[in-house]
C-alpha cells in the first residue's frame, strides 16, 4: 500500500480556521466579519462559525468597543511558552545576570497575562535585607512597575476592557484604585518609557521596570528591578537604577531582533 503524503491528511475546517488566525499580522490588529469573509474567500456564515469556535477556546475574542475581532490571550500563552523555550529566558539571563552584578539588587523577568504580571525568572541579590522572590507566581499588574510598564502602551479601549470589572484592590496605602488616576500615570509611563512601584504592591517595597520587545515591535514582557525603600531612594532610581533598567531592556530587545 503507497505511503500517502501528509498532504492528503489535511483537514480544511483545521486549515481555514489557521487561515482566519493568520490574516491577525503586521498592523492588522482587528478585523470584522466582512472583512475576513473576503480575504478568506469563505461565505459569512462559515466565517462567523470559525470565529465562534476559535473565541470559546480563547484564540479570538470581540472588541466590545468595534464589535470586531482580534487574537485572543490564548494565542498570547502559546507565544509566551514559545519564548519562553526558545527566547525571553535564554536571551535575557546574562544581561540580567550582568544587570545583578552591577546594580546588586534583585532583578526579575515578567510578562503579561489576564491582567496579571508573572515572573518568569529571578536574580537575587547578594543583600541579607532583599525583596521576595516570586518566580511563578501572579500579582496584579496595575501594582507592580513590570505590569504597569506594559499595560501603558494599550490603547484606551484596551485598557478599559483589560482592566478586571471589579474594584481594584488597595494592597498598600500609596496603591492607585481609581481607574483615571492610573490611566495618567499609565500615559506618562508610555511618554518616559519605563514604570515605577513606589511600595504600591508590597510596603516598603519599590521597583522599577522597562519594557521588552521582539522583532515584531510588540512588548512581550519586562524587566525589573526591585529592592527596600531604603536603599531606593528618589536620587538612585533617577541617576542609577531607570538608566540600568532601561539600558538591560534594550540589550534584552535587540537580542529578540527588535530595531528602534
Known amino acids: 500500500m503507497a505511503k500517502k503524503e501528509k498532504s492528503e491528511y489535511l483537514i480544511q475546517a483545521v486549515s481555514h ?3 482566519l488566525l493568520e490574516q491577525f499580522h503586521g498592523e492588522t490588529d482587528e478585523l470584522g466579519v466582512t472583512e475576513l469573509s473576503k480575504r478568506l474567500k469563505l461565505h459569512k456564515n462559515n466565517v462567523f462559525r470559525l470565529l465562534a469556535t476559535l473565541e470559546s477556546r480563547g484564540y479570538i475574542e470581540q472588541n466590545k468597543v468595534t464589535e470586531n475581532y482580534r487574537l485572543g490571550l490564548k494565542t498570547l500563552e502559546l507565544g509566551q511558552t514559545f519564548i519562553k523555550q526558545m527566547g525571553l529566558l535564554r536571551q535575557s539571563r546574562p544581561v540580567i545576570e550582568d544587570l545583578v552584578k552591577t ?3 534583585t532583578t526579575y523577568i515578567g510578562v503579561l497575562k489576564d491582567f496579571s504580571i508573572i515572573y518568569l525568572d529571578c536574580i537575587e541579590t547578594s543583600k541579607t535585607v532583599r525583596a521576595v522572590p516570586r518566580v511563578g507566581s501572579r500579582m496584579p499588574a496595575y501594582c507592580t512597575a513590570a505590569g504597569k510598564v506594559q499595560i501603558a ?3 484606551d479601549e484596551e485598557v478599559d476592557i483589560y482592566l478586571p470589572n471589579r474594584e481594584l484592590q488597595k494592597l498598600t496605602a500609596n496603591t492607585i484604585t481609581d481607574r483615571e488616576e492610573l490611566k495618567k500615570q499609565l500615559a506618562v509611563i508610555a511618554e518616559q518609557g519605563y514604570a515605577i512601584d ?3 504592591l508590597d510596603e516598603g ?3 522599577v521596570g522597562a519594557p521588552i520587545r521582539d522583532y515584531t515591535r510588540r512588548i512581550i514582557g519586562a524587566v525589573s528591578i526591585s ?3 531604603m536603599r531606593f531612594s528618589d536620587e538612585r532610581i533617577n ?3 531607570i538608566p540600568m533598567v532601561i539600558k538591560a531592556s534594550e540589550e534584552i530587545s535587540a537580542k529578540l531582533g527588535y530595531q528602534k
Open 17 to 19: 480556521a489557521l487561515d
Open 103 to 105: 546594580c546588586n539588587e
Open 153 to 155: 502602551y494599550m490603547s
Open 198 to 200: 513606589n511600595e504600591e
Open 205 to 207: 517595597v519599590r521597583s
Open 227 to 229: 529592592g527596600p525603600s
Open 239 to 241: 541617576k542609577e537604577l
